[in-house]
């Protein structure tokens, strides 16, 4: 079955602009959670969705991410006037329900602003 | 963002040998997980943690839930080849839901 895929898997933009990385959760996963991750970091979580309730945004580090979900489906994570300091890996995940810690992660977005 | 302290933050060793990593954290954790992510590639679930004093096996790969929820730690035994990467514990404050904290990282490298 299909893993959790992300697009695209590279992204150049300058800074200023705008831009949404997309991810496609496994079919039937309810929980789906955002991280960014920093050259030679751990990954910090952005925002998680769980089915049809509110989004837990607490990891979103400015007003200029924002995420969306379409019911239990794709994903877009959409950061606005770019920034350099914004260059790292966004990462994916999404789980069977919020149940347990097994999250399965997507290959990434590498995000480069110049 | 808070992250686990994960030591060491790398390693270099020769094939065969055994490999230990840990983590810590000043609050406690219901949950520990132990993630391997190889260069281009999401992090990939290890090991699974969810009882306080918990040790699970995954073939070579053996991890402890600590007594006081606050650390854990990750064995490797008789390493190859294919064990080179980067190693992350995570750990979750409330079973069944929500993000993940992430420590920052073992690389562990292989001398052929």
């Known amino acids: 079955g299909a893993g959790v895929s992300q697009s695209p898997s590279n992204k150049v933009t300058e800074k200023g602009k705008d831009v949404e990385l997309r991810c496609d959760p496994i079919s039937g996963h309810t929980a789906l959670y955002w991280y960014r991750q920093r050259l030679g970091q751990g990954l910090e979580f952005l925002i998680y969705?769980?089915?049809?309730?509110?989004?837990?945004k607490s990891g979103l580090p400015s007003d200029r991410f924002s995420a969306e979900r379409t019911g239990e489906s794709v994903s877009t994570l959409t950061i606005q006037r770019t920034q350099q300091e914004d260059s790292a890996v966004y990462l994916c995940?999404?789980?069977?329900?919020?149940?347990?810690?097994?999250?399965?992660f997507g290959p990434g977005t590498r995000l480069t602003v110049l | 963002g808070q992250q686990l302290n994960q030591s060491p933050q790398s390693m270099f060793i020769q094939e065969g040998e055994d490999v230990s990593m840990n983590c810590t954290s000043s609050?406690?954790?219901?949950?520990w997980l132990w993630y391997k992510q190889d260069p281009g590639e999401g992090p990939v679930l290890l090991i699974a943690?969810?009882?306080?004093?918990e040790l699970t096996s995954n073939g070579r790969l053996t991890a402890q839930f600590g007594i006081t929820r606050k650390d854990s730690f990750l064995n490797i035994s008789a390493s190859i080849p294919s064990d080179v990467g980067i190693y992350f514990c995570a750990g979750q404050w409330v079973q069944g839901a929500q993000k993940l904290v992430f420590g920052q990282g073992t690389r562990l490298t292989i001398n052929p």
């Open positions: 609050s406690i954790f219901n949950t």
């Open positions: 995940a999404s789980s069977p329900t919020s149940a347990g810690g097994e999250q399965f």
């Open positions: 969705f769980q089915g049809n309730s509110a989004p837990d």
């Open positions: 943690l969810y009882k306080a004093g």
